[in-house]
């Protein structure tokens, strides 16, 4: 799994726009044009819309969304065990989970819409999500931190490394404790950073009374 979640900040107009298929979008945007000589990407329609549009991607969305969500933690254990059909109960949706992956999207948003659980929010939700994520402290963010089960688990960014042993077998690579320490600390100083790239994104899509797109890539 290599995905990125994208996270695009738009008007109210520009969700108007988007609910249309995508060469219908591109062609709103180029009324006096031919054919596209090849066929227009999301990524292209969303360059080109005008405005105060921004788009942020955050590669460690798996991460972030296992240290701050309960459900998150519970899922990525049950998968690993195989147990996702399981009929226990499980822990509610929360905000962070909500924020970080787009879960519960209000809007669909076609011209964008890749079947991977792409979805938009209104600008009542985006403050909403927004003060959820600002609330957060960095002892919030750090306190489910667990370098080795993170790497246990396979998570974005923590996955572990394998290589060709002596013997030419394709074995994990095991760390010394000077790797180790130096992993870790850049995965926290990696987690970190992309937590507070999204939380001033939401707040600046908060501040203009944005609409807010996730969508994975």
Not at 131 to 146: C, P
Not at 181 to 193: D, H, K, N, T
């Amino acid at each position: 799994m290599s995905m990125r979640v994208n996270y695009v900040r738009v008007a109210a107009d520009h969700i108007e726009l988007l609910q249309k298929d995508l060469i219908d979008v591109w062609y709103d945007l180029h009324p006096n044009a031919d054919y596209p000589d090849e066929y227009p990407t999301v990524t292209d329609i969303l360059k080109e819309l005008p405005g105060d549009v921004e788009i942020l991607t955050i590669q460690g969305w798996d991460a972030l969304s296992w240290l701050l969500s309960p459900l998150k933690r519970e899922e990525t254990r049950r998968r690993a065990l195989g147990q996702l059909l399981e009929q226990d109960s499980w822990p509610a949706i929360d905000l962070p989970l909500v924020a970080i992956e787009g879960r519960d999207s209000q809007i669909s948003v076609p011209a964008v819409d890749c079947g991977l659980g792409e979805g938009a929010f209104d600008s009542t939700k985006v403050q909403k999500l927004s003060t959820a994520l600002s609330q957060i402290t960095n002892d919030d963010l750090f306190r489910n931190f667990d370098f080795d089960t993170m790497r246990r688990f396979d998570l974005l960014g923590f996955g572990i490394t394998f290589s060709y042993d002596e013997e030419g077998k394709w074995t994990e690579k095991k760390l010394t404790a000077e790797e180790r320490a130096a992993e870790e600390r850049l995965a926290r100083e990696w987690v970190s950073r992309e937590f507070q790239a999204l939380q001033q994104f939401y707040r600046r899509a908060a501040a203009s009374s944005q609409y807010l797109i996730t969508l994975f890539s």
